[in-house]
């Protein structure tokens, strides 16, 4: 059974930061690709972020570019996202996801990612 467990959300002031973190357990995780989505009120889950696990390939939404950051650690099995210069649009419930098979490319398809963790609130004031 595949847990993916978020933390390291909370409420921060406009142009903070945070660093999320996913630990992932339940299988091993060599091939496989691993993201970041979010959840505004009254929005479609959106992609944030991905990345491949065994050479950390990377792709990221246009409207984070430049501020947000993923990576992982492997020996962790876990995945993190750092947020610079956070914006009141980044306010939304971040949820990490796992494929559910080998997959080469940090894939910004939802529909690919097999396991999701429970969400994680970030909230940014202005």
């Known amino acids: 059974q595949v847990q993916l467990v978020e933390s390291g959300g909370g409420l921060v002031q406009a142009g903070g930061s945070l660093r999320l973190s996913c630990v992932a357990s339940?299988?091993?995780?060599?091939?496989?690709?691993m993201a970041w989505f979010r959840q505004a009120p009254g929005k479609e889950r959106e992609f944030v972020a991905a990345?491949?696990?065994?050479?950390?390939?990377?792709n990221y939404a246009d409207s984070v570019k430049g501020r947000f950051t993923i990576s992982r650690d492997t020996a962790k099995n876990t995945v993190y996202i750092q947020m610079n210069s956070l914006k009141p649009e980044d306010t939304a419930v971040y949820y990490c996801?796992?494929?559910?098979?080998?997959?080469?490319?940090?894939?910004?398809?939802?529909?690919?990612?097999?396991?999701w963790g429970q969400g994680t609130q970030v909230t940014v004031s202005s």
């Open positions: 990345i491949t696990w065994d050479i950390g390939r990377t």
């Open positions: 339940g299988r091993t995780f060599s091939n496989y690709a």
């Open positions: 996801a796992a494929t559910a098979s080998s997959w080469a490319t940090p894939t910004p398809l939802r529909n690919v990612y097999a396991y």
